[in-house]
Each structure stands twice: as C-alpha cells, then as structure tokens.
C-alpha cells in the first residue's frame, strides 16, 4: 500500500487532502503542530486503520518510521489575519519546515509536493497571472512575510531538484473555500458569510473593487492530485479564473442569504492584492485539469455547512491565543 505524508493535516486543504488519499486507497500520516489547524476538520478519520495522525511542528526535525511514496507540504498559516499575528511561525514553517520536509523526501526518495500561493505574484501588475510572470511583492510589508517565506519554499525546492534529483511538484494555490474553512480567519468567504448568519453588517475592506476569484475545494483537491501524479516540475497555477470584484461578491452574499443588514466600507489592509485572477492554461494544457463548480454551487454548499456549525461556533470571535507560538 502506497504511503503519504500530509502536513497541515488538520487544516482547511490538508484536511480535504487526507480524505481525498484515504479515498484513493492510500496509507495516510497526518502532521499537524495544531496552531491554526484544529483536530474536527480529521476526526472522522481517526477511526481509519490507513490514517494516523502525527502532532508534530515541522520546523523541528521530521522523523518517520519506514517507507513514504508521496509527501504534501500544507503546513502554513495561510490568512492575512493569521500571519499578521504569527509572522514568524509563518516565516519559519515556509522556509525551515520546507528545508525539514525536501530532507525528510531525500531520505525516503519520495516525491514532493508543495504548497505555494498565487501570493508569489504579490499585488500583480500582469493581469490574469501566469506561470512566467516574477511578480510584484513588497518583502517588508505585513504580508511579506508570508510571500517571502514561499518565495524562499519555491526557490529551495527547486534546488533540491536540480542539485539531488528529487522529484518535486510545486503548485500555486489561489483563492480557495469550501467546507472546514476556519469561520474566524479573517478571509473574505467565511467572514461575509458568518456576517450575514449572525446579523451583522457585511465589512467591505476600501472600495470593494478589489478583485478575487474563487476556486471550490473538490477542484482544487483534483487539480493539486492531478499535478502530484503528472512529471512536471514548474510552477503551476491551481484556481478559478472567473473573476469578480469584492463588491459584486458581498452583494452575491446579500442575495444568497436573504440578510437585511447593509454594507459597511472599513480601511483596505496594506498591500492587499487589487486584482487577481490565474491565467490556468498551463494546468489545462499539461494536466487536463479545470474547474467544473460554478461559484454559485460551491458558495451554497459552503453556506449550508456554516449554516449547521453550532451557535457558540459562529460566534466565537477568535479561535486561540497565538502569541506564544512566535517566541519559539
Ligand atoms: N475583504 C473584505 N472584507 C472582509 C475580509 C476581506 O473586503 O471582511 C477583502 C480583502 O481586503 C481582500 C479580499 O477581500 O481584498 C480577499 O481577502 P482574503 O483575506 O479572503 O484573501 P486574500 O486574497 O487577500 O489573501
């Protein structure tokens, strides 16, 4: 039986990435150090004999007992809110996490896929963003830390490539949601959605002609499977390209919800990308891969699922205390 290492088990992707192996027919190890991550998102999974979970941080040393095939490095803090109140765990993770995980994938002669973000591309002054554009990044700014740390993670596993031979997949993540989205993370999806269900105004962030697209989970899930089992060893974009502004989108919300409440514009965070959209033919090309679910679809679906949390689940206003985690 094949084996594969998730790290960032107990997260939003991880987590939908354990399922989608265990589905497959895998061996699944879960590691997860549980900052940001949280233990529900993998509780059904327990009970499998093909799944263990591993509660390791994977910037210390990595250690696992015998053979891997596969490994996928998830592990990040990976909203603006997050890495603005741990921006060191989120340096460390990206870039001493990755260095842990290419040695552990030597070690094993595993392959190894990593999580990079369409943050590489910074605040894009190609627009939509393909695979050959450098990018636009502001490495001192608040965000820097999280787009440098991948930089750095792009950089260092294309090195272990080149200088060991390693088998390496990188893929660039843009914006994606679904259920098991943190509803408290600060990200745009969960925090209208939580708005409109507890009755509060929807915060548009400046004037809301920002632009994202949005990408359902089970697409990427596929597309991340599709670009881990192909040889190619650049960059490839995963997301959805159909665009639209930030404005368009909470009227969407306003819409789908039914909610009386309004729309209140509160300051745009520094150096928050005013477009972006991935140019994904790339993926179409060398992975036959694109997305099917149409935004409305996969925004039902994810409101159904926030719908259904417990009451004191939607409205707890902060999931944990972080400040000990950049001191170690
Ligand atoms: N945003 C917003 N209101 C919110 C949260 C986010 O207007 O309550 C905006 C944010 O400024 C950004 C966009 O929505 O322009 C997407 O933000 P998110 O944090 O989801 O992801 P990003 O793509 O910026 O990493």
């Given amino acids: 039986?094949?084996?594969?290492?998730?790290?960032?088990?107990?997260?939003?992707?991880?987590?939908?990435?354990?399922?989608?192996?265990?589905?497959?027919?895998?061996?699944?190890?879960?590691?997860?150090?549980?900052?940001?991550?949280?233990?529900?998102?993998?509780?059904?999974?327990?009970?499998?004999?093909?799944?263990?979970?591993?509660?390791?941080?994977?910037?210390?040393?990595?250690?696992?007992?015998g053979d891997l095939d596969y490994i996928l490095h998830f592990a990040s803090p990976a909203s603006p809110i997050d890495?603005?109140?741990?921006?060191?765990?989120?340096?460390?993770?990206?870039s001493l996490g990755t260095h842990n995980l290419l040695g552990l994938a030597k070690a094993k002669n595993a392959r190894i896929l990593i999580a990079s973000t369409s943050e590489v591309y910074g605040d894009p002054?190609?627009?939509?963003?393909?695979?050959?554009?450098?990018?636009?990044?502001?490495?001192?700014?608040?965000?820097?830390?999280?787009?440098?740390?991948?930089?750095?993670?792009?950089?260092?596993?294309?090195a272990y490539h080149r200088f060991h031979g390693l088998e390496t997949r990188?893929?660039?993540?843009?914006?994606?949601?679904?259920?098991?989205?943190?509803?408290?993370?600060?990200?745009?999806?969960?925090?209208?959605?939580?708005?409109?269900?507890?009755g509060e105004d929807l915060t548009i962030f400046g004037d809301?002609?920002?632009?994202r697209s949005f990408c359902y989970i089970d697409d990427q899930i596929d597309g991340i499977f599709k670009l881990l089992m192909s040889d190619y060893v650049f960059p490839v974009n995963i997301g959805n390209p159909h665009e639209i502004t930030i404005k368009e989108f909470a009227e969407e919300i306003i819409e789908l919800t039914g909610t009386k409440q309004k729309i209140v514009h509160k300051e745009l965070p520094q150096d928050d990308p005013k477009q972006r959209q991935p140019d994904i033919s790339l993926a179409k090309k060398i992975l036959n891969w694109e997305p099917k679910i149409g935004r409305k679809e996969g925004i039902k679906i994810t409101y159904d699922y926030f719908k259904s949390l417990p009451i004191e689940e939607l409205n707890k206003k902060e999931h944990k205390d972080f400040s000990e985690h950049n001191k170690k």
């Fill in 125 to 158: 002054l190609v627009h939509p963003q393909n695979e050959e554009y450098y990018g636009n990044v502001n490495a001192i700014g608040p965000r820097g830390v999280y787009d440098e740390a991948k930089r750095f993670q792009e950089s260092m596993t294309m």
């Fill in 208 to 211: 809301g002609l920002q632009t």
């Fill in 1 to 65: 039986m094949k084996k594969v290492l998730i790290t960032g088990a107990a997260g939003f992707l991880g987590s939908h990435l354990c399922d989608k192996f265990i589905d497959e027919g895998y061996h699944v190890i879960g590691m997860d150090n549980l900052i940001t991550g949280d233990l529900k998102n993998i509780q059904h999974l327990m009970p499998s004999e093909r799944f263990e979970f591993h509660h390791h941080d994977v910037t210390k040393f990595v250690h696992v007992e």
């Fill in 83 to 94: 890495y603005l109140k741990i921006p060191i765990q989120t340096l460390k993770v990206g």
């Fill in 170 to 198: 990188i893929v660039r993540i843009f914006n994606t949601y679904g259920p098991r989205m943190r509803l408290n993370d600060g990200r745009v999806i969960p925090a209208f959605i939580g708005q409109a269900l507890r």
